[in-house]
C-alpha cells in the first residue's frame, strides 16, 4: 500500500523519510490540504526508472522506424 504524509509532517520527519526512501523502493506520496502534491522516492530508484523510460523510448523509434520505412533515411542516403 502506497503511504501518504501530508507536507506539513513529512516537513518535520524529512531526514528519517529520506533514510527510509533509500532502504525501500516504495514511494512516499505527499499531499498538501488534502490533496496529492508530489512523490518523493531514492535517487537511485528515480534513476532506474528514467533508464528504463529512456529503454522504452527507443525500442518504440525502433520499432516505428520499422514499421514506417519510408520515414527513415537508409545508410545509402545517408552516404550520398
Avoid at 514511494?27 to 534513476?47: E, M, N, W
Wanted: aromatic letters at 4%.
Amino acid at each position: 500500500m502506497a503511504r501518504v504524509m501530508s507536507s506539513d509532517d513529512l516537513r518535520a520527519r524529512l531526514g528519517r523519510e529520506l533514510d527510509a526512501l533509500r532502504s525501500s523502493d516504495e514511494a512516499l506520496y505527499v499531499s498538501k490540504r488534502g490533496q496529492l502534491a508530489g512523490v518523493l522516492i531514492d535517487v537511485d530508484r528515480y534513476a532506474e526508472l528514467i533508464d528504463r523510460i529512456e529503454y522504452l523510448e527507443d525500442s518504440l523509434a525502433a520499432l516505428q522506424a520499422r514499421d514506417e520505412p519510408e520515414a527513415t533515411e537508409s545508410w545509402a542516403d545517408v552516404r550520398a
